[in-house]
């Protein structure tokens, strides 16, 4: 078993629609969690960064965090065409430590 | 903001030669660097970890001989690719932990083409 799991995608959707992109992790030590986007052939953006469980808000997007059943998701609100990226979810025990990235979901909106 | 430059972006050398790759912290110093690789429509996979004075930390799997990693001062690592084979194109891409906070920044990336 990876220790980060994430569907690829691709993820097809009209602009204005919420986004649901979900990973699952093994390692119950895994205390950071992040997203990042990523456009192509460019490097990985810092999106959202929670530590623990819980949620948290930054304008249209939101980073969930259940520890509980090691799942982590990011929520996009009213969607746009400039959020098409691959989003790669990603997790690390220590700060300071290398990421454990998923694979990366490919979102695409249209408009 | 934190930024992390990589240089070159974008390089093509032909096969058996060495190349060399920059990865650069501007406006904060570095405890930790880390290099990765992403082949197309997968992952970034670390490589190697790098510490500003000491050797670097290599995945299984890597050849240490094959991807020298040098980590000069806090602001600088570099990765030099020796003898490249076409299997070594990939898209290398840095990470710097910053020293203050343990954040850790990207750099945009250089995409490797061996022919």
């Known amino acids: 078993q990876k220790e980060v799991e994430q569907d690829p995608g691709p993820l097809s959707v009209p602009e204005g629609a919420i986004v649901s992109l979900n990973c699952t992790y093994s390692?119950?030590?895994?205390?950071?969690f992040m997203w990042y986007r990523q456009y192509s052939r460019k490097g990985p953006e810092l999106l959202m960064y929670?530590?623990?469980?819980g949620n948290k808000e930054d304008g249209r997007f939101t980073a969930q965090v259940d520890k509980s059943s090691k799942y982590i998701s990011l929520f996009i609100r009213d969607s746009q065409p400039s959020d098409s990226a691959t989003y790669l979810c990603a997790t690390v025990q220590q700060a300071g430590t290398a990421l454990i990235f998923g694979k990366g979901t490919t979102l695409s909106v249209s408009s | 903001g934190a930024v992390v430059s990589q240089h070159p972006s974008r390089v093509i050398c032909k096969s058996g030669t060495s190349v060399k790759i920059e990865c650069r912290s501007l406006?904060?110093?570095?405890?930790?660097m880390f290099w990765y690789r992403q082949f197309p429509k997968q992952s970034l996979m670390l490589m190697a970890t790098s510490n500003e004075g000491s050797k670097a930390t290599y995945e299984q799997g890597v050849e240490k001989d094959k991807f020298l990693i040098n980590h000069a001062s806090l602001t600088l690592s570099t990765l030099t690719v020796t003898s490249a084979h076409p299997e070594d194109s990939s898209f290398y891409i840095c990470s710097a932990v910053r020293r203050a906070d343990y954040e850790q920044y990207f750099g945009p990336g250089t995409r490797l083409t061996v022919t």
């Open positions: 390692n119950s030590a895994f205390q950071y």
């Open positions: 406006d904060f110093q570095a405890t930790t």
């Open positions: 929670t530590y623990s469980s």
